[in-house]
Each structure stands twice: as C-alpha cells, then as structure tokens.
C-alpha cells in the first residue's frame, strides 16, 4: 500500500516575506535528524538570506576533503548571500 502527504501552505508573497513556507516545505518533507546528548549541535554551514536554501553539504567525491555546498534561490530572482563555515575545515589532526 502506498502512502501519500500533502500540506498545504500560503503563497509567493509568504515567501517573499522571509522564506518560511519552504522551510516549512523542507520541514515536512525531510524529518529533523536527532543526536543523543545535551550539547548543542552547531550548523556546518548557514547563509543570511532567508530566500536561499542550503540543499546539500557533502565531502567532494574525488577525496581531497574539500566540501561542496550546494544553494539555491528559493524566491525566483536573484539573491546576494554571505556562506558562513560553523567550523575549520578541514578539522585539525
């Protein structure tokens, strides 16, 4: 038996009013992931435009540690965004 969800949520404007609804979108879509412990789990990587969306963050696949990050602009233009590291990479030996 196949299983199907949909939610239904405001428009373009909503979005434009800070990105939300595709936040609620990727919310209802993608479960959070949990980690056992009381530390706060800081992000790898943020941007400060709530139009753009972080979609991946993965090792490069040819093994030389660099880190590709994969953005988008959510709004249907374009956006100006600043990508911040949550911390050095690559980690210290």
Request: aromatic share 6%; net charge negative; hydrophobic share 45%.
């Amino acid at each position: 038996m196949a299983y199907s969800a949909y939610a239904a949520r405001a428009g373009l404007e909503a979005l434009k009013q800070g990105g939300d609804a595709v936040r609620e979108g990727y919310g209802f879509n993608l479960a959070e992931r949990t980690v056992a412990g009381t530390a706060a789990v800081a992000p790898l990587v943020e941007v400060d435009h709530a139009g753009v969306v972080i979609e991946a963050v993965k090792l490069a696949d040819d093994g030389s540690a660099d880190v590709i990050v994969r953005l988008y602009e959510s709004l249907g233009g374009r956006a100006k965004t600043t990508l911040r590291a949550g911390s050095p990479w690559p980690p210290p030996p």
